[in-house]
Nanobody, 122 residues
Framework: QLQAFGGGLVQTGNSLRLSCTAS????????MGWFRQAPGKEREFVAA????????NYADSVKGRFTISRDGLKNTVYLQMDSLKPEDTAIYYC?????????????????WGQGTLVTVSS
């Protein structure tokens, strides 16, 4: 089970930190990441982090503004979102890929959380 926290309403330029904790088993060897879905749009990849080398992958739209990290002991992944823009408004979903890849394709991910809403006002 994946449970995400940290969503909310913020103004343009402000920051939010999302967290997502996996429970039920250890996911320390798996890739963890985030997708998002804005109103009326397709779900899209945001960021992912591998378990061993802590390699990361970001969508171009968030590079330089978002930072993904993880705590293996806590089975938790974080998404620090800075310089938020109205176009970042979306439901954010945390995900796990058992293969350990850094894929941007949602079908590669095996586990999905329930989502947390981020709203950025202009």
């Amino acid at each position: 089970q994946l449970q995400a926290f940290g969503g909310g309403l913020v103004q343009t330029g402000n920051s939010l930190r999302l967290s997502c904790t996996a429970s039920g088993r250890s996911f320390v060897a798996y890739t963890m990441g985030w997708f998002r879905q804005a109103p009326g749009k397709e779900r899209e990849f945001v960021a992912a982090i591998s378990w061993k080398l802590r390699s990361t992958n970001y969508a171009d739209s968030v590079k330089g503004r978002f930072t993904i990290s993880r705590d293996g002991l806590k089975n938790t992944v974080y998404l620090q979102m800075d310089s938020l823009k109205p176009e970042d408004t979306a439901i954010y979903y945390c995900v796990i890929d058992r293969s350990g890849r850094l894929s941007t394709t949602q079908t590669r991910y095996d586990y999905w959380g329930q989502g947390t809403l981020v709203t950025v006002s202009s």
